[in-house]
């Protein structure tokens, strides 16, 4: 039983999963809001939180963490120069989910995750 396990398995294995975590970290860093499923928005919510977090921290070995998770120099540095001190005083929900309806093709319930200003 799966019982109070909070991972999500998203249908992949572990290096796809990580690896497209990646990216969408980077593609909301980088863009502000992007429109994905509410699994996987569910997901990137937990990890933008947590790399924010890190990112406020500021420390050496929080900014390796944070690198480790994004894997991409440009969205880095906009995270620390511009999203993470916006967040210095908030205590924690730096993004929100935006219900939008169903996709057309296989009717899978999107959403909206943008960062909260």
């Known amino acids: 039983m799966r019982h109070r396990r909070r991972t999500e398995k998203l249908g992949r294995t572990t290096a796809h999963k990580k690896s497209m975590m990646s990216n969408l970290l980077v593609s909301l860093i980088k863009n502000e809001k992007i429109q994905t499923t509410e699994a996987k928005g569910k997901a990137l919510k937990r990890h933008f939180d947590r790399v924010v977090s890190l990112a406020i921290k500021g420390d050496n070995a929080s900014l390796r963490e944070v690198i480790s998770y994004l894997r991409d120099k440009e969205a880095f540095k906009i995270l620390l120069r511009e999203v993470a001190p916006r967040f210095r005083e908030r205590k924690g929900g730096y ?23």
Do not use: T
């Open 95 to 117: 993004c929100r989910l935006v219900k939008m309806g169903y996709r057309r093709g296989d009717g899978a319930p999107l959403v909206l995750v943008e960062i909260v200003e």
